[in-house]
């Protein structure tokens, strides 16, 4: 990765439009997977417990588990890509200082702690559906946050 | 490198093998391990009811595995670059390994439906290649990162 290379990516001309372009989109990635999530997942327990097992009363049927493991294996997929390179970029635009380890720790972790939970949903208990709203909303604000100060800190600082 | 880096590699260790493990997962529930699972799964099986693969039915899925395995395997291995077994042998090995068994992976299924059905082995030994080499990376990095000695 060259801008692990680059000595300041703040008046690197190239990298920074490069770095730019990307947390605009990371931006984007992360609003618009809640939107998507809200429609189609849900966001919330009611709606996801609905959709990981379906209703009864309003004749919904649940995910089956070969359904279930691909939409699990592709938000894996998904989530440990844009955590990693959002926090690269954060930890490297923020010096590495202790509040930046902090935010990019918090933010992993609890990315990894949401699909871990959902997968513990589907198979053990519908109350981990608690601890994996908490935990996505957790990451989502925190992998918001860490762009936007990428964005101030390459535009501003 | 930099303890948060350091961290971060960790984690995102622990995501691969996350990930691994839902691929075996689907592997298993989708196809089966055993020859004969496979060799339905993609010829077909008139007692099962289930229709033989098409190319470009296989070629729907193989494409955003083409880029996924590329992706995960360059992401892991340029990690070995920080580390002590940079110039090791084995790491040649690892690198090759992870890129051939990934391509087998991906495109035996191709071979099992219109050379032979004998590919259905290599469909295997590769996928199981592959899931095998990364958590070797991992542990490498794992042992670097936290300066265990061998």
């Known amino acids: 990765m060259k801008f692990t290379l680059v000595k300041d990516l703040r008046k690197d001309r190239v990298m920074k439009p490069i770095l730019s372009g990307f947390l605009v989109f990371t931006l984007l990635y992360l609003l618009s997977d809640i939107f998507v999530k809200q429609s189609t997942f849900g966001i919330f327990p009611h709606a996801i417990e609905t959709s990981l097992f379906g209703n009864e009363e309003e004749f919904l049927d649940g995910l089956s588990q070969a359904s279930f493991l691909e939409l699990w294996h592709v938000e894996i997929f998904f989530i440990m890509m844009i955590a990693f390179t959002t926090s690269t970029v954060y930890i490297r635009l923020s010096g590495a200082s202790k509040t930046a380890l902090l935010a990019v720790n918090i933010m992993l972790l609890t990315a990894l702690l949401s699909l871990v939970t959902l997968a513990l949903a589907y198979y053990l208990s519908p109350h981990f559906i608690y601890i994996y709203v908490s935990s996505f909303f957790i990451w989502h604000i925190v992998a918001f946050f860490c762009t936007l100060i990428s964005l101030k800190r390459l535009h501003y600082a | 490198m930099h303890k948060a880096y350091k961290i971060s590699i960790l984690i995102f260790a622990l995501f691969t093998l996350l990930l691994l493990l839902s691929g075996y997962m689907i592997f298993e529930l989708k196809i089966g391990f055993e020859a004969k699972n496979v060799l339905s799964y993609y010829m ?25 395995f590329a992706l995960l395997a360059m992401v892991v291995l340029h990690f070995l670059i920080f580390t002590k077994f940079k110039y090791n042998f084995f790491v040649k090995v690892l690198i090759y390994g992870a890129f051939i068994s990934a391509f087998f992976e991906i495109f035996t299924p191709f071979l099992i439906i219109n050379v032979s059905e004998l590919f259905i082995y290599l469909k295997i030994v590769s996928f199981f290649l592959y899931i095998l080499l990364i958590p070797i990376v991992l542990s490498l990095l794992f042992v670097s990162i936290t300066q265990i000695k061998l």
């Open chain 2, 44 to 68: 077909g099986d008139a007692k099962l009811f289930t229709p033989a693969k098409t190319n470009s039915g296989i070629l729907k899925l193989s494409l955003p595995h083409i880029f996924a």
